[in-house]
């Protein structure tokens, strides 16, 4: 489990296909405290620890990952957003993540705001997530509060700290994202769902 609080970014030094699965090889300030089985999220993708050697580690994303996340897009040089799973004796700073991305997104619009940053998203609401008015959603594994909540668009703001220490910095309109959508409000839709006359 994850909080969406992003501890550090790494930046792909290789990829390779095999088969339908790609292996990235990242580089990291924080890769040498990685061991081999830990799982990491990516850009909010949760993947498992294959390799480590210094500043260098491997993980493998397969097929079912590739098609619901931007990781199939990454290329030598694209940074990602990374936070380790959370100590059972840390502090929930942000919101329960699970690393399980539901849906990309298109990123519509960044304005810059005089020491903060907007930035509007839509997506494809016939997969069946919502967002609701100032509840949580993961964009690129980063936990931010949701306003402009529409039927298949949102709002987020992005403080200074947040803008510069994450891949916030480097997006821009036409970019894909990876969303996760409060874990509470999905298991709220389907119970209410399942009441449906």
């Not at 501890?7 to 580089?27: L, P, Q, R």
């Not at 993980?59 to 590739?66: F, G, N």
Request: proline residues 1%; hydrophobic residues 35%.
């Amino acid at each position: 489990m994850f909080t969406g609080i992003v501890e550090s970014t790494a930046e792909v030094v290789n990829v390779v296909t095999e088969g339908t699965n790609k292996t990235f090889t990242f580089e990291s300030g924080i890769a040498n405290e990685f061991k081999i089985d830990q799982s990491v999220s990516h850009n909010g993708v949760c993947l498992t620890v294959v390799a480590v050697d210094g500043d260098q580690y491997k993980v493998t994303a397969i097929e079912e990952t590739l098609l619901k996340t931007n990781l199939g897009d990454l290329t030598a040089g694209s940074k990602v957003n990374l936070e380790r799973c959370m100590p059972a004796n840390g502090r929930f700073d942000g919101h329960i993540v699970q690393g399980h991305v539901d849906q990309t997104a298109t990123c519509t619009q960044v304005q810059e705001r005089d020491g903060s940053w907007l930035f509007d998203f839509e997506y494809d609401a016939s997969k069946g997530n919502i967002t609701v008015e100032k509840g949580s959603i993961c964009i690129n594994g980063v936990s931010l509060t949701v306003f402009n909540s529409g039927e298949n668009s949102f709002r987020v703001a992005i403080i200074p700290y947040t803008y510069n220490f994450t891949n916030f910095h480097s997006l821009k309109a036409g970019d894909t994202v990876n969303l996760e959508f409060d874990i509470l409000g999905k298991y709220i839709k389907r119970i209410l769902g399942s009441y449906a006359v």
